[in-house]
Structure formats: structure tokens, C-alpha cells
């Protein structure tokens, strides 16, 4: 007899579970969203044009009374009233390992700082500073905050848009037309548009040219690629009108990271078409290329001082304000008070003078934001801040070096918070609300980026 075969029976398909339609929003939750949006959206435009020339500090005064103002409203309206909008929250344990320790540093150079103030010989002093410190880093919370998610390409163009402006002022500037009459000290001061110094001004430029450059790689819309082609071309040009060596330092790093996290292997040409561009546009223009001269003059003959305009003074009472209180510094806001005496220090100590014979020979910054937290919060909180930008550095870099979700977005940040770092080595771009405000959040926009977990391959 012939063996009968038995057939096996198919596995039944499993049933497809549609997806639960998402929640319907709470009505106070997202009018709380737009709130936070249009309060942020006032803090980008309002720093970069609010001038008041009736104030005794026409440009900075205004600029951080919008930044305080601002910031508070968006903050109450994301963490008071908008409770309900809270999504997206993670778990401490679910969190990257490069993500929480830059969270535990943040928090841990605030917690130092806010014992440096309580410490500081000039008590008032500190404690006034701490408190505008503290409404300013209200923004990292915020650029991570599921409000701005959804709308962050509106900050990003009114803050292309806004610059844009001050580019356009500027040039004009160059050629004697000006919304108002300025007293100033040497023509390198009187382009300085809406942003009341070129340095400021200079450093806004580079950082929405990193943005501009971002947008005409990652953007789907060609009329956007346009336009955001057209503007990188017009902040270059009010870069080199006002020709600042560290604004254009700042885009050249900030750009080039952007390239290679970008296009990865394939980078070398680009990075390398950015060099020759900016190489051969400083020397086709005469300021730029005479500029450029006197720094190779003063690199040959060992004249820092000068190279540095005279910021040796500057980072050497800086030094010397660490050196006397290693561990609890002199307090948030104290560099300018103490400058004069421990520049005078610094100079016995290293038997030099550090004189700068311009007419701005005092200084109320260090010029260096990590020499200045050193200063003013000891070795504890100048650490602490080093370790917080390093892991969000490495976080956000393994992101954006990855393939996933928010990779494009990530390698923009990445290059924008680079061009910041790069600044800070000379300047001091979180001290001043036009380009404090949104370095602060796009920190805190990697941050969210680089707490999302990379989804591991399935395995076939």
C-alpha cells in the first residue's frame, strides 16, 4: 500500500494591528507650543535687531532684556502650562551613555556655579549674574523640548532672515549709508549693522553661513536651496567687509566638520573647494588680503600681542584669577571687577607687561569663555563645562557619523556648535544674547538628537 502523504498545513499569517490613532492634543497644550514659539521666535530676531538709541548701551541693553523677557515666557509657557504637551521623555537608564554625562555635567557646573556665587568676595555682583545665567540656560531645556521640535525650521529662518538684515546693513555701511549717526573709534566699528559691534555682528554671520551651507545640502525644495545659496553668498561678503580673523576661522572649522560629517569619505573635495574659496576671496579683496598681511608680519616677527590684539592681558588675569581660588573661583560676573588688579598680578609673576595701548585697555571678558569659567567658577566648574561640551560632542558626532533618522540634522548642529567652540577659544559668544541664544538651544536640540538610542540591524 502506498504511503499516504501528509501535507503541512501553512502557518496562519499573522493579523496586522493597524496603528492607535495618536492622542487628540490638549487644547491648553498646544496654544502653550505656540506660545513657547512665538516667545523664542522674539528672542531670535529681537537680539539680533532690537536697538533702543535712547539707552545708555543702545545695542546690548535692549538685545538682553528680549533674550531675559523672552526665554521666561517661552519657558513658563513649555514647563508650567504646557504640562499636558510632555512627550517623548526617556528614562534615565534608557538614555546613551555620552548623553547622561553631559547631562550630569551641565547640571553640575550650574550647581558649581551657583556655589561660586554664594562664596564670591563680590557677592551682589555674582548673584546678579547668576540669575541672568540661569534664564539664559533655560534655553537648553527648551531647544530640547518637544515644542521646538516640530517648528525649529521657523527659528532657523527667522535667524537666517534676521542676519540676512544685519548683512545687508552692513554693506550699506561700508558705503556711508546708516539707519543712525554713531560714535565710534577707528572705521572697523562703524559696520557693525544692528548688532552694535562687528564682532558680534562678524560671528552671527559665520554662524548663520553654517546654517545657509546645511540648508543648501540637506533642503528638498529647490526655491530653498536657492535662497539659501543666495544668503550664504551675502554673509560671506559682510564677513569679509568686516574682516574678523575669528568669525572666519569659526565657519571655516564649523563648515568643514559639516562637510566631512556630510559626505563622509567623499568630503576631501568639498573641504577642499571651501579652502580654496575662502583662500582666494581673501585675497582678491584688499581689506581681507592687507589684514591677512599684517597677521603673517606679526607671526614672523613674535608679536602676539598685536596677532592677538592685545588679548594676552586678558587670558594671563584670567590665569591668575584661577591660580589664587582653584576651587570655587570668584564668582559668575566677577572678570571685570577683578581684571585691573590681577592683570597687575600676572605681570609681577611673569615680570612683562601685558599693556594694550588701544583705547578699549580694559576688559570686561576674558576673550575666552573657557579661561573665564575657569576664572569665575574655579577648576571644578571650568571642568565641568569642558566635560559637558566634549559629551555632547561625542554623542552628537556618533549620530550624525551613523545612518538613521536626524543624521542631516545632527552633522548642521555639529558643525554650528563647532564653529561656537572654535569662537570661544577667542571671543566670548555665550555672553552676548546674539549668538548665546541660539548656540544654547541648538545645544539643547543635540542633546534631544543624541538621547534617541540608534536602532541596532535586525538580524536576517
Given at each position: 500500500?502506498?504511503?499516504?502523504?501528509?501535507?503541512?498545513?501553512?502557518?496562519?499569517?499573522?493579523?496586522r494591528r493597524?496603528?492607535?490613532p495618536?492622542?487628540?492634543?490638549?487644547f491648553l497644550?498646544?496654544?502653550?507650543?505656540?506660545?513657547a514659539?512665538?516667545a523664542?521666535?522674539?528672542?531670535?530676531?529681537?537680539?539680533?535687531?532690537?536697538?533702543d538709541?535712547?539707552?545708555?548701551?543702545?545695542?546690548?541693553?535692549p538685545?538682553?532684556?528680549i533674550?531675559?523677557c523672552?526665554?521666561s515666557?517661552a519657558a513658563?509657557?513649555?514647563?508650567?502650562?504646557?504640562?499636558?504637551?510632555?512627550?517623548g521623555?526617556?528614562?534615565w537608564?534608557d538614555?546613551?551613555g555620552?548623553?547622561?554625562i553631559?547631562l550630569?555635567?551641565a547640571a553640575g557646573?550650574?550647581?558649581?556655579a551657583?556655589?561660586?556665587?554664594?562664596?564670591?568676595?563680590?557677592r551682589?555682583?555674582?548673584?546678579d549674574s547668576?540669575?541672568?545665567?540661569?534664564?539664559f540656560?533655560?534655553?537648553?531645556?527648551?531647544?530640547?523640548s518637544?515644542?521646538?521640535?516640530?517648528?525649529?525650521?521657523?527659528?532657523v529662518?527667522?535667524?537666517l532672515?534676521?542676519?540676512?538684515?544685519?548683512?545687508v546693513l552692513s554693506?550699506?555701511?561700508?558705503r556711508?549709508?546708516?539707519l543712525?549717526?554713531?560714535?565710534?573709534?577707528?572705521?572697523?566699528?562703524?559696520t557693525?549693522?544692528?548688532?552694535?559691534?562687528?564682532g558680534y555682528?562678524?560671528?552671527?554671520l559665520?554662524?548663520?553661513?553654517?546654517?545657509?551651507?546645511?540648508?543648501?545640502?540637506?533642503a528638498?525644495?529647490?526655491?530653498?536651496r536657492i535662497?539659501?545659496a543666495a544668503g550664504?553668498?551675502?554673509?560671506?561678503?559682510?564677513l569679509?567687509?568686516?574682516?574678523n580673523?575669528?568669525a572666519?576661522i569659526?565657519?571655516?572649522?564649523?563648515?568643514?566638520?559639516?562637510?566631512?560629517?556630510?559626505f563622509?569619505?567623499r568630503?576631501l573635495?568639498?573641504?577642499?573647494?571651501?579652502?580654496?574659496?575662502l583662500a582666494?576671496?581673501?585675497?582678491?579683496?584688499?581689506?581681507?588680503?592687507q589684514?591677512?598681511g599684517e597677521a603673517?608680519g606679526m607671526i614672523?616677527?613674535?608679536?602676539?600681542d598685536r596677532?592677538t590684539t592685545y588679548?594676552?592681558?586678558?587670558?594671563?588675569?584670567?590665569?591668575?584669577?584661577?591660580?589664587e581660588?582653584?576651587?570655587?573661583?570668584?564668582g559668575?560676573?566677577t572678570?571685570?571687577v577683578?581684571?585691573?588688579?590681577?592683570r597687575l598680578?600676572?605681570?609681577?609673576?611673569?615680570?612683562?607687561?601685558?599693556v594694550n595701548?588701544?583705547l578699549?585697555?580694559?576688559?570686561?571678558?576674558?576673550?575666552c569663555?573657557?579661561?573665564?569659567?575657569?576664572a569665575?567658577?574655579?577648576v571644578?566648574?571650568?571642568?565641568?563645562?569642558?566635560?559637558a561640551?566634549?559629551?555632547l560632542?561625542?554623542a552628537v558626532?556618533?549620530?550624525?557619523?551613523?545612518p538613521?533618522?536626524?543624521?542631516?540634522?545632527?552633522?548642521?548642529?555639529?558643525g554650528?556648535?563647532a564653529?561656537g567652540?572654535?569662537?570661544?577659544?577667542?571671543?566670548?559668544p555665550?555672553?552676548?544674547p546674539?549668538s548665546a541664544?541660539p548656540?544654547?538651544?541648538?545645544?539643547?536640540?543635540?542633546?534631544r538628537?543624541?538621547s534617541?538610542r540608534l536602532?541596532?540591524?535586525?538580524?536576517?
Open positions: 500500500m502506498a504511503k499516504r502523504r501528509h501535507g503541512t498545513k501553512p502557518a496562519p499569517s499573522p493579523r493597524t496603528p492607535a495618536p492622542a487628540p492634543k490638549p497644550a498646544g496654544v502653550s507650543e505656540w506660545v514659539v512665538v523664542l521666535l522674539t528672542v531670535v530676531l529681537g537680539t539680533s535687531l532690537l536697538v538709541p535712547k539707552a545708555y548701551a543702545s545695542f546690548d541693553a538685545k538682553r532684556l533674550a531675559v523672552g526665554v515666557v513658563f509657557a513649555t514647563f508650567g502650562l504646557g504640562r499636558g504637551s510632555r512627550t521623555g526617556r528614562r537608564r538614555l546613551p555620552m548623553a547622561r553631559a550630569l555635567a557646573a550650574l550647581v558649581w551657583s556655589l561660586s556665587a554664594l562664596l564670591s568676595p563680590d551682589a555682583i555674582a548673584l547668576l540669575r541672568t545665567i540661569l534664564v540656560c533655560l534655553l537648553l531645556p527648551l531647544g530640547a518637544a515644542a521646538v521640535a516640530p517648528r525649529r525650521n521657523l527659528l529662518a527667522a535667524l532672515a534676521a542676519a540676512a538684515v544685519n548683512a554693506l550699506l555701511q561700508t556711508g549709508i546708516s543712525f549717526r554713531l560714535q565710534t573709534f577707528g572705521t572697523r566699528n562703524e557693525g549693522a544692528l548688532a552694535g559691534n562687528v555682528l562678524a560671528l552671527s559665520a554662524f548663520a553661513a553654517v546654517l545657509s551651507l546645511g540648508t543648501v545640502l540637506s528638498r525644495g529647490r526655491l530653498v535662497l539659501a550664504l553668498v551675502l554673509f560671506l561678503a559682510g569679509f567687509v568686516n574682516r580673523l575669528t572666519v569659526a565657519l571655516a572649522i564649523g563648515g568643514s566638520l559639516l562637510l566631512i560629517l556630510f563622509g569619505r568630503s573635495v568639498p573641504v577642499a573647494a571651501v579652502v580654496v574659496a582666494a576671496a581673501s585675497f582678491l579683496i584688499a581689506p581681507v588680503r589684514r591677512l603673517a614672523r616677527r613674535g608679536d602676539w596677532l588679548r594676552t592681558g586678558a587670558w594671563a588675569a584670567a590665569v591668575e584669577m584661577t591660580r581660588r582653584p576651587v570655587v573661583g570668584w559668575p560676573g572678570y571685570a577683578e581684571f585691573t588688579p590681577k598680578e600676572a605681570e609681577i609673576r611673569a615680570r612683562r607687561r601685558y595701548p588701544l578699549t585697555s580694559s576688559y570686561s571678558e576674558a576673550h569663555d573657557y579661561l573665564q569659567a575657569f569665575e567658577t574655579g571644578p566648574g571650568g571642568l565641568a563645562v569642558l566635560v561640551l566634549g559629551a560632542f561625542a558626532g556618533r549620530r550624525a557619523s551613523k538613521g533618522p536626524n543624521r542631516t540634522e545632527a552633522a548642521i548642529l555639529m554650528l556648535l564653529a567652540a572654535a569662537a570661544a577659544l577667542t571671543w566670548f555665550l555672553q552676548r546674539i541664544a548656540l544654547l538651544l541648538a545645544a539643547g536640540r543635540s542633546w538628537i543624541a534617541e536602532e541596532e540591524p535586525a538580524n536576517p
